[in-house]
Structure formats: C-alpha cells, structure tokens
C-alpha cells in the first residue's frame, strides 16, 4: 500500500503561534495519536477561550479537521471543505503575499482532496500553484512536499522510474530536516515508496534494500518519538513489512511472505492503526493460502476481512475478496456460488481499472507546463495594461507621445493577428496529433486481431494436420504399393509434415503465454546437455556431429526451463539445417561477472549482409532452404528473440565465409539482500 502523507501536521512558524494556542496544540496532538476524534474536540472547545489568535493559529485548528476527514475518516469530500476553508481564511487574512508558506501547504492540501477524489483536472492546478509559490519564495519544505507529492501521481501513472526520482530528490532535500517528526515520517515513507516503485520495475534485489533501508530509519531515528507517537512506528514498519512480502510471494517463497504478512496484520489491525492496510495485507495472505489449496486457513482470513469490509470502503481489497471466494466455491463445484461472487468481482474490478486509466491519461509534466505558460500569459497580460496606462498618461504629456502610442497599437494589432494564427496552428497540430493517435490504436488492436486470428487458424489446424501426417507416415511404411502410388504417399506425407511444422510455429509465434512467464531455477549445464543430447539423431541423418563445452561447476538460472530450452533448441536446429554434410556443430557456454552467455557455432553457409537486419523478423523474407532443400518459414528466430526479450537478455549473432555464431546472453541469479 503506497501511503498519502499530508502536511496540515507541520509544526514550523512557531514564532507566530500565540502562547495559549501552543499549549492547546500541545496537548491535543497527545491527545489524537491515541483519539484522533476526541483531539479535534479538545482543540474546538479549547479554541474558543483563547483570545488575540493569530492566522497560524486558526489554520492549524481548521488543519486538524482536515487530517481527520482525510487520514481517519477517508471522506474525501469533506477533506475538501476544510481545505477550502484554510485557504478562504488566509485569503481574508492578506492572502499569499503575507502568508505563502501556509497557503501553499493549503494548496497541497487541496489538491490531496481533489486526487483521492479521481478529480484530476482540479487537482494539478492546486499542485501547480503550490509549487509556483514554494518555488518563488524559496521554501525548502514546500519544494521537498511538492516533489513528493509529484513522485506519488507518477507512480499512480506507473512512470516508475521518473516517481524515484523525484523521491530521491524529496528525500535528499529534507534529510537535513528529519528531526521535526513530520519529515521523519515522510523519509521512512518515502524510502517504502521506492522499494514499491523497484519492485513494479521488476527489480526485486534494489526494492528489498529499499524496504530494509525503511525499517533501518524507523529503527534507527523513530525511538525519538516513541513517547509522542506510541504506535506509530510500529505501524510504519507494518506497512512496509506487508509491502516486502509481495517480493517474496513473486518468487513463490511463501513462508517468508506468510512471517512477514502476520507481523504487519498483528500491528496495522489494532483498533486506530491502518486496518485499511491489514485488509490487504489479509487478502495477500489469503491468496498464499489459496494458491496452496489450504481451505482450513483461507476461509477464516477471508470472514475476518469480510466482518472488516462492513466498517470501511476498501475496493480493493473487496475486490479480491470476491474473487478468492469465486474461486473458492468453483473448486468446491458450487458454480452458482463461484458465478455470484465473480459477477460482482469484475464489476469492482471493471471500476477500479477505469480509476486507473483516467489517471493514467493525464501527463502531469504535460498540464504543469501548460499551467506554466498561462500563468506566463497572464503575466504578460498584466504587463500588456500597465503599458496602455503609461501611454494614455503620456498622452497628456506630449504630442511625440501620440506618435508612440500609433506604433505600439499597430504593433498589438499585429501581434493580436500573429497570436490568432499561432492558436490556429496550434489546434491544427493538436487535431493531427489525435488522429495519429487514434490511428496507433487502431493499428494496435489490427495487430492484435491478426494474431487472435493466426492463433486460432493454426489451433483449429494442428489436429487435422497431425492426424494426416500421422496416417502417411503408417501408409508408408505398408507394403503392397505401386512405385507411382508410393511417391504420392511420401508426397503428401512431407507436405503435412512442413505443414505441421509451419503450424507449430504460428502457433508458437502468437501464444499470449509468452507474456507470463513460469520462471523457476535451472541448471544451465543440465539443459544445454539435455538440448543436445535430443538433437544428435537429428545431426546423425546429416553425419553431422555436436560438441558441447558446458560451464566448469553448475549455474543455476531464474529462467523458464521450456522456453530457453526451445531457444537453444531453435539454434542448434537452425545450425544443423545450414550447415553441409558432415560438418562439426559447437555449442559452449561462459560466465561473466553478471551474465551467463550461450554460443551456438556452426561451419555453414553463413548470413548474406543483405538480409541481416531482418532474419529477427516474424515472416521475415529472409528465410532460406537447407543445404539438403530443408524447408525454413522465417518464424523460429522471432520466437527466439520474443523470449530472451520477456527474459530481460539480448540474442545476436556473427557471420561470415567460416559460418555463423548465435549468442544468447541470460541474466545471472543474485541473492536478495
């Protein structure tokens, strides 16, 4: 769970606190770390007795509201009256020129409101304003905030790796900070957020040291307010413990994922902790439970979140819940049951996917530069009338003035003109710009559409096809044939079985399994020797022999075994195919520091320069025959490419007179941290 942090809790400017608000705000904030609802009545009664309050103290009183509408009570809306109400009080009490810290951080709350509430369109200009003031008054704390606070929509827009960004940037700046509570907390959040942002990334190794990282700094700097903030700290480390285990139940490693999940459920669903997050943490634990077929310990997780579900709104984690029990009841073979709580899982799962894709269409960099340039424009507006002012005032002055004011009205005539025709163009581009879109779609969902389609033909093919290819190859091995019938039997046996092949490598080339991986560790020696030792008859019918040259000690890989053995399996064929009769085909393979490289040599006819850039194509016309007339449909090595692609290695070859070398290189298995 990715954690909103809001700044209505900041403590600086205590200079213009009054005195008697300084102890009200002393005590209530002991008072809500336990009671947040019975903080906000002591600070509303108290407030009332005191006299001479300043603008500080009045907009940290409507602050507490605001924190308890967004943090405790997650109503949103009325978060959003609060926020307007401190900005209204500043506005009444001189504005932002007199009080940009806090109308800034009014700002930021604002827009905190308008962003849980999916309101994008007003809540980037509150995010905008507050930076263009934190940005113009050099407010260190309000630069780290709105750095933050753009790391978290860019996350929401899964632009990982501009999110850590601006969150190591947030983190740095406020480091020095860290000994007012509120940038504390906002470090250790922002280092859990990192660690998610790594793991998104599929980079397990850098988001688990995040992750520890976060539990350090907790550690380490959190005990200096463990007599303030009693629970807290327990329930920062809760989060991250729940977040770390998603590392662990990726890789299957459900005991550790199950440690770590009961220690953050047994702190976050105290009464007052984070029972939004131990729901979740809950529906993950339950998963584990289902994926290992435990009824006895998933049935009870999940009447615990639903006996939660009746107090608080959490979409996703009911969600999930309708899901796991769908699957439930369908293994149970209650298929009333399963269809009830799957009907109601896609619709909660159908609203959520349509929360995140319309923020997902919104480029936050795109709308802060469009609010830059109005805000520009304003500005030049605003310089436009002082102008007319001095040159009506010059009027009076002198008759040369006259003269000016001609030039300057002809000048705004033309510039008037030139601004009309620069808008123009401008919607013309924007309008090209949609169709291009529009027309990348359309050609996405074509391509999409073919490859449903070739997959299916191919699929409602292979039976047929095998079945033919199975009944020739019995045909011709009878006797009792004319010499003339029997060359039409192996015919149309080795028609069916090109045909066969070319199907399997349609269907190959367009299966969607591609993009879900079953990874799991392998001994790179042991396939490559079983590879080879499949393949030798297949180069005995050409005299042909294998070498192999395995690895000194064994390697184990996080691969999918079946389909980097079909990559192996794809080159060493090819290598067989193009090479002559009786040549040596050699394949070896080496370690590097942070890869594992497999080569596949042969002594061929190697690779015309001309067809070079395209032999990684699908279909590609770069297909050639054997040397004994063996046929090629172009499709092995785009299958080849598409798996070390989803592998996250690389696949290249290089060829000359002598023959042709495929390199494929893997990456090497590290241990977590």
Known sequence: MLLVFNACHRQDDERVYSAGFLKILDTANLISDKHPEEGVKYIDQAFKRLKNTTVNDKFRRIGFHYV????????????????????????????????????????????????????????????????????????????????????????????????????????????????????????????????????????????????????????????????????????????????????????????????????????????????????????????????????????????????????????????????????????????????????????????????????????????????????????????????????????????????????????????????????????????????????????NEGSQEKDRILHAVAHDLRNPLGGISSLTNVMASDDGYTEEQQDYINIIKDTASNSLELINEIFEATDNSLTELKMQSVDINVLLNNSVELLRFKAAEKNQQIELETLDSPEMLMISREKIWRVVSNLIINAIKFSPVGSVIKVSAARYDKTICIAVADNGIGIPDNLRDKIFNMFTEAKRPGTMGEKSFGLGLSICKQIIDKHHGSIWFNSGADGTTFYVSLNRETKSI
């Open 68 to 443: 308890l509408a967004i943090r405790i009570r997650h109503n949103d809306k009325e978060a959003l009256l609060y926020a307007d109400s401190m900005l209204n009080m500043i506005n009444e009490n001189g504005g932002q020129q007199r009080n940009p810290s806090l109308y800034s951080e009014a700002s930021f709350a604002k827009a905190d409101a308008y962003f849980n509430l999916h309101d994008y369109d007003n809540a980037y200009p509150s995010y905008f304003i507050g930076y263009q003031i934190g940005k113009n008054h050099l407010d260190k704390l309000t630069l780290t905030a709105y750095a933050y606070r753009i790391g978290m929509i860019t996350y929401q827009q899964s632009h990982y790796n501009l999110a850590i960004t601006y969150f190591k940037e947030s983190y740095k700046k406020s480091l020095p900070l860290d000994s007012q509570f509120v940038i504390f907390y906002r470090n250790q959040e922002i280092l859990d957020n990192i660690g998610l942002a790594y793991r998104h990334l599929n980079k397990p190794d850098s988001a688990i040291a995040y992750f520890e990282k976060a539990i350090s700094y907790v550690n380490q700097k959190g005990s200096n307010y463990k007599k303030i903030k009693p629970g807290l700290m327990d329930v920062a480390k809760a989060v991250v413990y729940g977040n770390e285990a998603d590392i662990y139940i990726k890789q299957r490693q459900y005991p550790q994922a199950v440690d770590l999940l009961k220690k953050s459920i047994a702190i976050t669903s105290l009464p007052l902790n984070d029972n939004f997050d131990a729901e979740l943490s809950e529906i993950k634990l339950a998963k584990i439970y289902a994926d290992q077929k435990r009824d006895d310990l998933l049935l009870p997780v999940l009447d615990s979140v639903q006996s939660q579900l009746k107090h608080t709104s959490n979409k996703k984690a009911e969600s999930d819940w309708f899901k796991l029990m769908g699957e439930y009841y369908a293994r149970k073979n209650q298929l009333a049951l399963a269809l009830n709580y799957n009907r109601r899982y896609n619709e909660l799962r159908d609203s959520l996917i349509e929360n995140v894709s319309q923020l997902k269409e919104t480029n936050i960099g795109e709308q802060l530069n469009n609010y830059e340039k109005e805000r520009e424009i304003e500005t030049l507006t605003y310089n436009n009338k002082l102008q007319r002012i001095y040159l009506t005032v010059a009027i009076l002055l002198a008759v040369m003035a006259i003269i000016i004011i001609l030039l300057i009205y002809r000048n705004w005539k033309r510039s008037k003109k030139e601004l009309i025709t620069v808008s123009g163009l401008n919607a013309q581009v924007t309008k090209q710009k949609a169709d291009l879109q529009n027309a990348l779609d359309r050609l």
